[in-house]
């Protein structure tokens, strides 16, 4: 969605620490394994207080790599090679590979954690050499950053007026790097090939939608450049209000990990929050949060929309998401093992422990609160889980859909639930059978694919259906009317906006960045136009056909350096 020209490239590389000091000198083992802790708190205490200013998914990252810093693990395995006789610089760089090797091992979202790991050991070796911690190179002008990968923590605090656009050689696009780069509003290229070979002051031109960098840009390319950055500026925020030409309503919601993030999203004028993230706010536990505390999280994001709308998705752990306390990290195969709802399976009671606290949550708040289940595939799940909101009296149960099985049964689905809200993520990867993590299977995980659009057109269709069928007056007012919303990175592009809308979806949620661009794209046409653009991209046979098919009747995409 975006390009950026570096004027300059700094090619950062995590300096590789040579542990001078093989064997102790001089020293006890009392003394060395004193140094190392004493190091390890330094370094710990310094990323805390990093958090402790940062915000939302950055404050989290940020607080992650901190108690990564004390990890017993580490710390063992380090003491352990001290008393056979290693300086604490090399027990920490040895004991950091093997916990890394460990983690990378264990794949999905611990896999993803193995940058951490290096990013604390560079850290406490800085600390033991009184050495300045490695981190973000300096430039008294803006910069493309390219590095090998970024640590979490380096990535959380970079400084989007430096900071031109990241680009690394390695790491996933649901890397933490990529995750915190779009929060951020980066352009962001991950996995790009010949990073290692760029030197620095190379000019570089990185189109963040495209994937691309390229080195020695042209006028073209130069004036690409100065037009988006323009471009961005006069975008501004979005108004709160998203409202085709003809004046068809599209609410515009905000998806959020956690309090400090929906209290952003509501100051970027979001209607509400379209997908709470529940799992977000308890990734660094190991023991399931009490109703208490899980209650007094949630809170926290009904406060932030006194007057609007929050859907609440329950915890979604598992494949690159999961929870010590919920998940078997043994699982053959995580993605399609139990996750999302069906945790309710081997940890019975999760589930209405969860709405429990939801609805102490909601009691004396003002906010409209929905309640969603995610990786539902059956009708039947879809009633145990209405059963159980209204159990707990949580009046508007929904479902995601994003397992295939759901978008093809979505009418039955909704025969028990009141609305539905598309997962494209994970809709996507399952249907073209491709990880959503892995860089090499971008083209096929494109929510652009015919399958993918068929299967969003299927499931407005059912739920078109299951309304007619509806008996309203035993809905009891309840709201959700069978509607159909989007939350997964579709709902972000806003070309796809456009033509969710013509497909019939009621509602987009997203990252807070994109709403000015996805409400200025909608606002563009009329209901008439998404109809027909839709029918385009149902009509074209490949993923690039629908999408050039599309863009080419928005011409505002141009305008806009979209
Ligand atoms: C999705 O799958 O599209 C989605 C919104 O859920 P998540 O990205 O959290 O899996
Ligand atoms: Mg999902």
Known sequence: MSVSLGCQCLLHRFRQWLAARERRSNTTVDEETARLKTAAKTVQAELQKRADSATGDARAVLEATAMMAADPMLLKSANALIVAGTSAERAVWEAGAQVADMLRGLGGYMAERTQDVLDVRSRVVAELRGQPAPGIPTADHPFVLAAEDLAPAD????????????????????????ILARALGLPAVVAARGVEDIEDGTEVFVDGAAGTVLTGPGDVERTAAVIWAEQARSLGTYSGTCTTTDGHRVPLLANVGAGADARKAAEAGAEGVGLLRTEFCFL?????????????????????FPDGKVVVRTLDAGADKPLPFLTDASEPNPALGVRGYRTELSTPGVVDRQLKAIAEAADGATTDIWVMAPMISTAEEARRFADSCAAAGLKVPGVMVEVPSAALTSRTILQHVNFASIGTNDLTQYVMAAD?????????????????????????????AARGETDHDAQDGAGGDKSVGVCGEAAADPALAVVLVGLGVQSLSMSSRALAAVAAVIGSVSLADAQELAEKALAAPTALEARAAVRAGLPILETLGL
Not at 155 to 178: F, Y
Not at 438 to 449: E, M, R, S, T, V
């Open 155 to 178: 990535t959380a605090t970079l400084n989007p007026e430096r900071v031109l656009a990241l680009i690394t050689s390695s790491g996933g696009p649901q890397s933490h790097t990529a």
């Open 284 to 304: 660094d536990r190991d023991t399931e949060p009490t109703v208490a505390e899980q209650s007094a999280a949630y809170r926290q994001v009904f406060d932030a």
């Open 436 to 464: 959503r993590q892995l860089g090499p299977l971008a083209a096929l995980n494109d929510p652009w694919q015919p399958a993918v659009l068929e299967l969003i057109r299927l499931t407005v269709a059912g739920a078109d």
